[in-house]
């Protein structure tokens, strides 16, 4: 794809500013940060002020798994309540945000690695609402989902990032939401109060994480399965690691990153969140 074909399929997410969005890593945590009040919220709400008010946004969840890649195409997306056992008062939370046909195909043509396509059952999941709430409370942005294909290495997911990266010249704020660290047989639920409570393994792995994630080392964290028992203990599955490897295949070499909620959940779950830019 050359630029002038580029520039007229995104015409219609120009960035005023002329500069890149930043993009962000949000650890998303349990359901209930949708209506609680608590430090994590705050930090979702203090990240927005320091970036730009964006045209779009573009949300990859843990919560959207698929065979192949999907991307919601629809104009007005459901709000998903994709989890179980929790108050009523979460069940009757809405998020209605609108959704973007328009950007879910400029984001079909730039995917070159992989064939996408565009769905129109999904919606937004509450990796994307319970977060994105926070940020804009409003529910005036546009947001589009993009799955994660579960027969993906991390390695493909990584590299399918990059062609995500020419939407952030057009204003569209792009999202990986899940956690870093994420082991909720092994939680600790008598601590689930206790401040910054985290076991040794999850300790040990979140911090080489976040050595990497700050020195670039994007390989180690591709090939997170050659980490040891910790790395295993703290990614029994996947799907809420691999958001956070859609930012940083994008993440140019300079940008700078900064990290909030940096802290431990009930011994086995990290909110560690990243901005990059």
């Not at 009523?88 to 950007?103: I, N």
């Not at 997170?224 to 799907?239: H, L, R, S, V």
Request: charged share 20%; with cysteine.
């Amino acid at each position: 794809m050359n630029l002038r074909d580029l520039n007229k399929m995104t015409e219609g997410f120009q960035n005023q500013g002329g500069t890149k969005m930043p993009m962000l890593f949000l650890g998303h945590g349990s359901p209930m940060n949708a209506i609680e009040e608590n430090e994590f919220v705050q930090g979702f709400r203090n990240v927005a002020t320091a970036i730009p008010k964006p045209n779009a946004i573009l949300c990859i969840s843990a919560h959207w798994e698929t065979k192949g890649t999907m991307v919601t195409a629809m104009q007005n997306p459901p709000t998903i309540h994709d989890f179980g056992g929790f108050p009523k008062a979460l069940f009757d939370v809405q998020y209605p945000a609108p959704g973007s046909p328009e950007l879910a195909k400029e984001t079909q043509k730039l995917i070159t690695k992989t064939p996408v396509e565009l769905d129109d059952k999904w919606g937004l999941d509450h990796g994307a609402w319970s977060v994105i709430k926070h940020l804009y409370p409003n529910a005036d942005i546009p947001v589009i989902q993009l799955s994660l294909d579960y027969y993906k290495t991390p390695k493909e997911h990584y590299e399918l990032a990059k062609d995500l990266d020419a939407l952030r010249n057009r204003g569209i704020l792009i999202i990986g939401s899940g956690n870093m660290v994420h082991n909720l047989r092994m939680m600790a639920w008598d601590k689930l109060n206790a401040d910054d409570y985290s076991y040794d393994w999850a300790l040990e792995a979140s911090t080489k994480m976040k050595q990497f994630i700050l020195t670039n080392n994007h390989q180690e964290l591709i090939h997170y399965g050659k980490q040891g028992k910790a790395f295993e203990m703290a990614i029994p599955t996947p799907e809420h690691y691999l958001p956070l490897l859609y930012i940083l295949g994008i993440k140019e070499e300079k940008e700078a990153i900064t990290l909030f909620n940096d802290k431990a959940v009930a011994g086995s779950l990290t909110m560690t969140s990243l901005k990059v830019g």
